[in-house]
């Protein structure tokens, strides 16, 4: 084997969303002189970003003073906001919007549209940004600091050898290195994992987002208008709800957030969005119209008392790979560019020294921000009804209660099948496109060599079909929203098949699987989706 050529840099951002693109332009606004590197691992900056969007812009109008002048494609000024409580068959509008959830002066976007925006005013302030880039691996030096990250070989078989086009990954070093991969970041695992970050906080908690772009007949799209809710399709004991925003240019973006704390193993979160789509005030929307894109995202939820340790020798987490998402608002954006802001701020004035990260980030608005709202979403684990009282309660004193409720890892909340009491789901026919699962990964446009290994790792697949089929009826089954696992039968009896070019990195079967034995890692550079205007 040849030795690995390598590139070094001051700064290594891992990931081009908006939390790496803000810091590796926030840092050369303060910094010129160093050199700055950021890598994302899909094929273009944004083709695997998605989120809502609805965002806050004050840390906009601070990284670019002047972005209004020319903003991003998609930048819809948000009018009117309504909030839903929804039934089967109709539902009722909340007089007034929760106050975390009132977007006058926010924007709507496409955060793919966002960060492809951001990336060439990284480069032209001297930023180095290679999309296909994946880090499969952490480098360390002989101390154990963390040095850069490897990039993964290029074009080697599902056997492990090496294809004609095969190519070395290259190593990047650097003194600093920052982890903005977003919610269940491959190596952002690894090294809470490694340096014990997350041992004075929760478990971390998630639900999986997922979103379509529709384009509909015309006049029905009042751009600006922000529409939420919560209820059916989800039961009283299931975290649920959906968000509909109206574009320019005759489009709706919509989308189903489910926390992947259910409890249910029959359960199916893609299913509950289709479902959603055929509400009545839903509905009428969409018919006529036609599905242009789709995909799929974990949120990272656990808000303030799973934020772990985010600084070890020579490396920093920032974004949502630290897990700062506000759940009462719906919004992470803001906390991803402001905490990127700040982390370049920190090494700026800190001779590119990750050292008092930590510390910085805490007492900093951004997490000042979730400890007011560290309650919210651990409400819910109790049902529906007493999260609603526990927002109100909340929403009355501030965040200023006395207590801190706790939170407990999604994969452990699953019930066994023979726990399961509740009656099948009162759904309705569906008419909408897509059909299944495999026709909304069409819409994600997404692309795998079916010749290259397995990205989907299951350390046992004897578990799948003895334990988990007999006590869990095969859960990775449903809660994928892209179907890439499937039991299959053949001669030799059952074995687990896994579709993995099917996979939109959405990182639920990493984080949900109830036996923990799923490992999602990085397939060959520039795999996955290629979502437009998610």
């Known amino acids: 084997m040849s030795e690995r050529d390598v590139m070094e840099y001051d700064v290594l951002t891992v990931g081009g969303g908006p939390a790496g693109l803000a810091f590796a332009l926030r840092l050369k606004q303060k910094n010129p002189a160093l050199s700055v590197c950021v890598i994302e691992k899909a094929s273009t900056i944004g083709a695997h970003s998605l989120s809502g969007a609805v965002i806050e812009t004050a840390p906009l109008d601070e990284l670019l003073p002047g972005w209004r002048d020319n903003p991003p494609p998609i930048c819809v000024p948000a009018t009117d906001d309504e909030f839903w409580y929804l039934t089967k068959t109709g539902g009722f509008k909340s007089p007034i919007t929760p106050p975390q959830m009132a977007n006058h002066g926010n924007v709507i976007v496409s955060l793919g549209a966002l960060c492809a925006w951001l990336a060439p005013q990284c480069e032209a302030a001297g930023v180095e940004i290679y999309p296909g880039f994946a880090a499969s691996e952490v480098l360390y030096d002989e101390s154990g600091t963390v040095c850069g990250v490897r990039i993964g070989d290029m074009g080697v078989a599902k056997d492990g050898s090496h294809k004609p086009t095969y190519t070395q990954g290259i190593d990047i070093k650097a003194k600093t290195t920052v982890l903005a991969e977003g919610a269940r970041g491959h190596l952002s695992k690894q090294l809470i994992k490694r340096f014990q970050l997350d041992a004075d906080c929760d478990p971390q908690s998630y639900s999986i987002g997922i979103k379509e ?155 000042a921000e979730l400890k007011k709202v560290r309650n919210f979403k651990p409400g819910f684990k109790k049902g529906r009804w007493f999260g609603l009282l526990n927002s109100a309660w909340e929403t009355a004193t501030g965040g200023l209660s006395p207590w801190t409720l706790k939170v407990t890892p999604d994969w452990s909340s699953l019930k066994k099948l023979s726990e399961i009491t509740a009656a099948a789901p009162d759904y309705v026919e569906r008419t909408l496109a897509p059909r299944d699962r495999l026709a909304g990964v069409y819409f994600a446009a997404t692309e795998h060599d079916e010749d290259q290994p397995v990205h989907l790792q299951v350390a046992d697949t004897d578990i799948c079909i003895t334990r988990c089929a007999e006590e869990y009826g095969n859960p990775c089954t449903r809660f994928c929203p892209a179907g890439v696992y499937e039991i299959a039968q053949d001669d030799a009896g059952k074995r687990l098949q896994i579709n993995a070019a099917n996979c939109v990195h959405c990182k639920t079967c990493d984080i949900k699987d109830p036996y923990q034995i799923i490992n999602w890692v990085t397939p060959e550079g520039g795999s996955g989706p290629n979502y437009q205007n998610l």
């Open 213 to 367: 772009l529709w384009q509909v007949r015309d006049g029905v799209s009042q751009p600006g208008k922000i529409v939420h809710s919560l209820g059916w399709p989800a039961d009283a004991a299931t975290y649920g709800g959906s968000f509909l925003y109206h574009l320019d240019g005759n489009r709706i973006a919509l989308g189903y957030v489910s926390g992947l704390d259910y409890r249910d193993p029959n359960f199916q979160p893609y299913e509950a969005f289709q479902q959603w789509k055929h509400h009545p005030t839903v509905k009428p929307l969409l018919e006529g119209g036609t599905i242009l894109s789709a995909g799929a995202r974990a949120i990272v939820t656990g808000g303030y008392q799973s934020l772990p340790k985010v600084e070890m020798p020579g490396a920093m987490l920032i974004g949502c790979s630290a897990g700062l998402l506000n759940v009462p608002k719906i919004k992470g954006v803001h906390q991803a560019l402001r905490s990127g802001m700040l982390a370049a701020e920190h090494l700026a004035g800190n001779g590119n020294d990750a050292a008092g990260w930590d510390a910085t980030l805490r007492a900093s608005k951004v997490v």
